[in-house]
């Protein structure tokens, strides 16, 4: 279970680090163009999203790899989760069901994460 731990803990990082840069170093407009709902939300919100997303993918490898504080890859998981609760209600208030597919599977796996490294799999 360890290693199926570390493989969700991977691609969420690879995911919302990916996401998360793209939110907080794109410009509103091209965003936008991309992503429909970013028209809803400020540029600062937006941003940060995307810095909130990207330091949660760092904890969710960084402290496990070093050792250093690894209490924090639990809460980066937590954290992600929780982004991906209000993702979802964003998602439902634009009638973007496609979208809520996929926040709930990324709460899924972030849930997942978070259980196992608090529980029986903690580092």
């Known amino acids: 279970m360890n290693v199926a731990l570390w493989i969700v803990q991977a691609l969420l990082a690879l995911a919302f ?28 919100t937006l941003r940060l999203i995307g810095v909130t997303e990207f330091l949660a993918a760092l904890g969710l490898i960084l402290p496990a790899v070093t050792g250093v504080a690894v209490w924090l890859t639990p809460l980066a998981a937590c954290g992600l ?43």
Request: proline share 4%; charged share 15%.
């Open 17 to 44: 680090g990916l996401a998360g840069l793209m939110k907080s170093t794109q410009p509103r407009e091209k965003l936008i163009g991309m992503m429909p709902w970013a028209q809803d939300v400020s540029t600062g």
């Open 81 to 123: 989760a929780l982004i991906m609760v209000l993702a979802a209600v964003l998602h439902l208030r634009r009638k973007e069901n496609s979208a809520i597919v996929v926040n709930v599977f990324l709460l899924a796996l972030a849930v997942l994460v978070a259980w196992g490294r608090f529980g029986p799999y903690s580092l």
